[in-house]
């Protein structure tokens, strides 16, 4: 169960577009699509942005999608705005017995 | 509205033990997944265990296999962890999040606030 790989840190202008990516392996990112984004303000809980690699929940703006290709998913946020500046993680499924890993997590700065 | 509600937490010397709860409200209980996520002071999200909906499927993360145990009542809606053998690198915020699914795909749309455990002497 090794961590997903994520940039510790991305940044752009507002109105420009984001992609942070996802890098596991065949066992977990690759093997299945059940590929989860999380953004996370300071001092708060986790918020579901992207779920089933590209499935937006309710309230979450299409600013935000999601995509997956072999072993890396990744997250694009086009539109930024200054509210999207925060911490975001992938997770993904990795196997039976209900096993999960997530990403280092990326600090997202809106310049 | 979807509640979920840690406690437990505290500060507890190595090797000790700590049960961790979560009281979970405005949804049933019983046909979602469960799951267990640490946030070491400053640092990322870890994964640490679920449970399926009936308690049939379980998993942990390997720093955890052999000292914390996860278990749900779904009469109560609560969600439990056990942790024993209490080590300095579990010290954490500890959060209870629902699963998205039955079976527990490790996607988690709702997340409680978290209770703090610091291992320490």
């Known amino acids: 169960q090794s961590a997903l790989t994520q940039p510790r840190s991305v940044s752009g202008s507002p109105g420009q577009s984001v992609t942070i990516s996802c890098t596991g392996t065949?066992?977990?990112?690759?093997?299945?699509?059940?590929v989860s984004w999380y953004q996370q303000h300071p001092g708060k809980a986790p918020k579901l942005m992207i779920y089933d690699v590209s499935k937006r929940p309710s309230g979450v703006p299409d600013r935000f999608s999601g995509s997956k290709s072999g072993n890396t998913a990744s997250l694009t946020i086009s539109g930024l705005q200054a509210e999207d500046e925060a911490d975001y993680y992938c997770c993904s499924y990795a196997g039976s017995y209900t096993l999960g890993v997530f990403g280092g997590g990326t600090k997202l700065t809106v310049l | 509205e979807v509640q979920l509600v840690e406690s437990g937490g505290g500060l507890v010397q190595p090797g000790r033990s700590l049960r961790l709860s979560c009281a979970a409200s405005?949804?049933?209980?019983?046909?979602?997944?469960m799951h267990w996520v640490r946030q070491a002071p400053g640092k990322g999200l870890e994964w640490v265990s679920g449970i399926s909906w009936n308690s049939g499927s379980i998993g942990y993360t390997d720093s955890v296999k052999g000292r914390f145990t996860i278990s749900r009542d779904n009469a109560k809606n609560s969600l439990y962890l056990q942790m024993n053998s209490l080590r300095a690198e579990d010290t954490a915020l500890y959060y209870c999040?629902?699963?998205?699914?039955?079976?527990?795909?490790?996607?988690?749309?709702?997340w409680g606030q978290g209770t703090l455990v610091t291992v320490s002497s």
């Open positions: 405005g949804f049933s209980f019983d046909d979602y997944a």
């Open positions: 065949s066992s977990d990112v690759g093997g299945y699509n059940y």
């Open positions: 999040a629902k699963d998205i699914s039955y079976s527990g795909y490790v996607q988690f749309d709702y």
